[in-house]
């Protein structure tokens, strides 16, 4: 079936830095999504991605929708202490799978203020 | 309300019992879908609903598994026979639909189960 993997698995930052992490798959998605998961809660919601290339922001958030529709990677700047949280890459497919999503692992995401 | 909920929050079960978990999808939104997410990984698909159309059952994980959608909002997700590997959080989520730009999904909080 679809794999997602989603790297790194965790980050250890300082306040004020610039964060990266990526998605890659061995299947195309037609759209990507990241969401954002804290303790106790379901995920929210980040940025959605529909077209190959494209490369959206949410404020201090970029993503963007790899050529080949195999990837996607999202960006944060200047990092906060409340962006810490559990950050999912999901792609949806089309035909029989079109509908559910496939999650990758998760990047945790600690800040030091 | 405005967002997704879910209830119980939490329950804890005992070996072989059935459980149900109940999902309140967003007034409007007319596909559902439940997921499963176990300790310290991503969210694992088990079923969706879309309207009046047959619900996609290709994730879930055995026959003791099962979900109903009433008068296309709510759901609930039974577990029979429950085992120790079904401990885990379960989140549904719903859309407007299932196609273009308003197929974004937004989840509720989840229900944890924990299987003794």
């Known amino acids: 079936g679809q794999q997602l993997n989603q790297s790194p698995q965790s980050m250890f930052i300082q306040e004020g830095e610039d964060v990266s992490m990526n998605c890659t798959s061995s299947s195309i998605f037609n759209t990507w999504l990241w969401y954002k998961q804290d303790p106790g809660e379901g995920p929210v919601l980040l940025i959605a991605l529909y077209k190959a290339g494209e490369l959206t922001s949410n404020g201090r958030l970029t993503a963007q929708f790899g050529i080949t529709r195999k990837d996607s990677f999202l960006n944060i700047s200047a990092s906060i202490p409340s962006d810490v949280g559990i950050y999912f890459c999901?792609?949806?497919?089309?035909?029989?799978?079109?509908?559910?999503?496939?999650f990758g692992q998760g990047t945790i995401l600690t800040v030091h203020p | 309300g405005a967002g997704v909920s879910q209830s119980p929050s939490n329950k804890v079960t005992e070996k072989g019992k059935d459980v149900e978990l109940r999902c309140d999808p967003i007034?409007?939104?007319?596909?559902l879908y439940w997921y499963r997410q176990s300790l310290g990984q991503g969210l694992e698909f088990l079923i969706y609903?879309?309207?009046?159309?047959?619900?996609?059952k290709s994730g879930l994980p055995s026959d003791r598994f099962s979900a109903e959608r009433t008068g296309g909002s709510v759901s609930t997700l039974t577990i029979q026979r429950t085992q120790q590997e079904d401990s885990a959080v379960y989140l549904c989520?719903?859309?407007?639909?299932?196609?273009?730009?308003?197929?974004?999904?937004?989840f509720g909080p989840g229900t944890r189960l924990l299987v003794l």
């Open positions: 989520a719903s859309s407007f639909t299932s196609g273009g730009a308003s197929k974004t999904q937004y």
């Open positions: 007034s409007g939104h007319t596909a």
């Open positions: 609903f879309q309207g009046n159309s047959a619900p996609d």
């Open positions: 999901a792609g949806q497919g089309r035909g029989t799978s079109y509908g559910k999503l496939t």
